[in-house]
């Protein structure tokens, strides 16, 4: 069986994987990470939860257990890449993960009261939402690509397929961990590790309440997970959600450029300090 889908893979093909046994979250501690991870609580599987806040991240292992998983946990931050590829391969060494979920990410934008964004912020939202996940990707796939195949999810973000001019740090790393994505998606296929880039609108969690203003659309992060955890099972390469943020992107695509500028220099948000 092992044979025919890692054949299958090498021709470019899907690798269906409709269970992992062996699972790595970033970002368990809270909203979609922590949903994923109770998604996946099950007897004979083992989940690692990475995340910074030990007291969250407790709490959800917790409920995990209860839910007959296998459950350890690491405290990460992210910020350090290296720390975080040192034990990346320490845990994977320990515990050979079919699945790896970077949910992990930080939100933060300019506030009303600022004309330009913060020139720190913008530096930690790309080494957090881009720089480490993409590390941890091929970190991942090294070790995948030895066993025959393996799944990486990287969670990005609806928002990385416009040109939002009051986040421009967060949308670009989210630009940038999506043809990340694709492009891994397609060196890393033949060897069997699958590739898919999530790119939710607002899901209601700690993130997108910190936001003055609407949030359209707005899913919750159970219905969140859900939906990560099917594309993640079929492999799909890309699953943008819900709908209207599929439609958005089309639109935004064929918008004449001067249009969609105007219509972006009309926009106004703010976020809770
Ligand atoms: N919510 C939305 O509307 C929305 C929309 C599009 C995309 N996303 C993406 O979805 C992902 C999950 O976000 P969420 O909505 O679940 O937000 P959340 O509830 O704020 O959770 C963010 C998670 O990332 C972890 N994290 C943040 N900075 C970190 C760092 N430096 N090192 C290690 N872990 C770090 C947090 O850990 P601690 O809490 O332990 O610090 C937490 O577990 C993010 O990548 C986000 O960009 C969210």
Known sequence: ???IVRTLARAGFYTHRPSF???????????????LARFYAAP???LMLWGRDEARLGEVAEACRAGGATVLT???DLADGVAALDAFR??????????????AGLGDMKRASDQVERAESVFKLGVVNYATPAALTMAAAERMKERGGGSIGLIGSAGAFHDVPFAAGYGGSKAGLARFASSARIALAP??????LIAPGFVDTAMSRKLVGPRP?????DDAARRIAKALAVGRAELVFPWPFRLLRRIDQITPRPIGDALMRRLKADQKA
């Open 1 to 3: 069986m092992r044979r």
């Open 21 to 35: 046994r062996a699972i790595l979250i970033t970002g368990a501690s809270s909203g979609i990470g922590a949903a």
């Open 44 to 46: 004979h599987r083992t």
């Open 74 to 76: 690491r405290s990460v």
């Open 90 to 103: 320490e845990d994977d060494a320990a515990t050979p993960f079919d699945l790896v979920a970077l949910s």
């Open 191 to 196: 060897f069997g590790v699958q590739i898919t």
């Open 217 to 221: 659309f707005l899913v919750s992060a």
